[in-house]
DNA sequence: CTGTTAGCGCGTTCAA
DNA sequence: TTGAACGCGCTAACAG
């Protein structure tokens, strides 16, 4: 192995000179630069990151926390994150949770070992003030998801208003009979639209029942979705329009409707929530609420980046724009009551 | 920061000590050992691994070069390496190649920057020779893609042979008129799963037209699968059987049968490659070729980790079992020739 | 503009 | 069974 020393060594020069070049930092006259470059390619030199980084005391390594891989809406932020950091020099590892507190634990205590530098969390299962402590640590940044009773860094879009929003484009097409299919898990993003959905439809002077609320897994399976739409189109009198909070469970509704022989959007109105790959496979391609993945991903990587190179004032709340994007699976109803 | 120095001082003893007892390398006296215990624990001392990976001269890290995260098929096999190298202490950085050469010699780079211990690689973009070159300085394992030749450590299916039985299935079925959709993309696989298709049809003597050979996407894309199941399905005569080389392509070709007003597999009948997901979602669920990419993931990480650990000896092949797994997609043609 | 030198925190001889 | 001491490769004072 050649280390900096040999390159001196070669180079007549010493290792600090190498190293200034190495790193530009300092001054080093053209000319013995050019025989440290030299030196640094006959002897084919690779500067050995585990002495740097022990030496500056960084891992150049940071940590993902995301609850479930397979999930594609995830995907897009993983590669927005990972374009980021790497254009920066840095890994990104990537930590399946599985939403489960003892993972999650486990890998945020890797950065007390110095194992990575920072953290970006799509979820967090722990309490608000165990969170807290990690936070009040280390470089960490919520995407996505976020812990509404803490004041940290986190980057996501407004949940409320989008629902707000899918909910009176609804309403605006004549509906008044409007279901949902949140999820039984503890997101607070489960909780905006829900909570959205149920203001929206009060403020129209719509009346709830809660026989329109459905509650799929908490991973928002397929499965899942299509059962409870079952429930829903066997409800009495039968909903006009779902409103489902993940394209996948929209996608459950939609087959469902069509296996019960009802036909989507004329019979049944589906909307989803994220716009992944899937919503415009098959027809009726779906309408649903757009999230800019990627952008997430990659603001929430700059976020982190800022609060790792030690800037004493940093953006805490990043929120980024949604879109209803209105496609096939959404219509006005055939019969108004 | 707490250091091994500030343990040692707490319970009166040498760094020595407090090292030999965290690595269990060594005796020591069950009474040190407490009072060493009692210090790391009122210290809530935690080791350094940026200097202990330096001085071990090893980073903890694999590097996993996959040509892209966004493909289901990929999803599963992460996760198992995954698995895998968590419970062993490894970090594990998914670097996305897009099959470019520069991205992939940049990741195998880090290597000698000694940023990673080992790399498993889906997809190989390099010639022969320059991969050659990183593979014999490093540990490598090629996961499902491999080089044949070379002789490196590989963990695969069988393609060649689970074309043919894909094929002779149909053929048992009673169709004639075969066709395939295949990918333009350089991959073993897709080679080998295109000589399979076109071996065992001229074994059972069975024309073969050009025409019924279309070239997908190099990523499998559903809308390039939908396209030329399209062509095929305009072709004179229609093919009754369509041989797809990944799922994402054969769900392509169900829906361009819809949407032309054949029915699946009545009309025609097709098959996919690889069972992700959504082979299941909607009607008909697709007859398909697994592949057990959870254990691809898992033997491919084993395998590295041996080879990490220097043992001199280690497999240099592991095929695993493939499955037919017949569904709704396929059935014989209704008219037989 | 360049060289000398002191550690960073840890694991590991070697001697006791 | 334990401790003293060295050095891994690098960066950064500091002196010149």
Redesign the interface.
Known sequence: MTTIKDVAQEAGVSVATVSRLLNDTGVVHPETAARVTAAIQKLSY??????R??RR???R?ILILCPN??N?YY??I??GI?DVF?ELGY??????TSDAPEREREAL??L????ADGVILMANTLSSQEFKEYADQFPLVQCSEYDPNLQLARVSIDNYLATQEAIEYLVSLGHRRIATISSENNYLSTHLRKQAYLDTLQRYNISLSDEYIKHASYDYS?KSGKMKAKELLTTDPMPTAIFCISDTLA?GAV?AAQELGYRVPEDVTVIGFDDV??TT??HPFITTVAQPCYELGRHSAELLFTQISHASDYTREVVLPHQLIIRESSAPPLILD
């Open positions: 690779e500067p050995n990151l585990l002495a980084n022990f005391s960084e891992s390594v891989i397979t594609p995907v897009h993983l590669a990972g790497n890994s990104a590892v990537i930590f399946n205590e890797m007390k070992r110095h194992r397929f996608l087959i790959e899937h496979m098959f």
